[in-house]
């Protein structure tokens, strides 16, 4: 293969593997194959500069943390504090939308330990069933402002 069909085919085969778990993951680099180009030092500087706790390597697969850049789940930028289903450009459940919650350290804890059991219709079904990595992960929310 050339290059670009190479490039190409990687970038393909990267969105299908994370088309199986739901999202997309566009700050993470794939791991480039021996025809590929080697990453700029830009594109691996994230992984580096990046204060996201471990715990949140999950989230990142559907949750941007940029402002206004929705993806499978909407951005986290700026959701400590904010109402529940109110994150412009995504297209939430109706159950969530009017639910109430305003996003707290005790509303994302509930909701992390089990996102279908606090508000049934929801689209995110993942939970974090780890009080340290939820602890770590609404610490690290908190930061998104």
């Not at 939970?127 to 340290?132: F, H, L, Q, R, T």
């Amino acid at each position: 293969m050339t290059k670009p069909a190479t490039i190409f085919a990687l970038s393909l085969a990267s969105a299908l593997a994370l088309g199986g778990c739901g999202g997309s993951a566009p700050d993470q680099a794939a791991t480039p194959s021996p025809q590929a180009q080697a990453p700029t030092p830009a594109a691996s500087s994230p992984a580096v500069t990046d204060p996201a706790p471990i715990a949140f390597a999950s989230c990142r697969s559907c949750h941007s943390t940029e402002p206004g850049r929705n993806g499978i789940g909407p951005t986290l930028h700026g959701i400590v504090g904010s109402k529940a289903g109110e994150v412009e450009g995504y297209a939430f459940s109706p159950a969530l939308k009017e639910s109430g919650i305003v996003w707290d350290r005790k509303s994302l804890d509930t909701w992390l330990q089990g996102p279908i059991r606090m508000v049934p219709g929801t689209k995110m079904v993942l939970p974090v069933p780890d009080p340290e990595k939820r602890k770590a992960i609404i610490d690290y929310l908190e930061t998104l402002k």
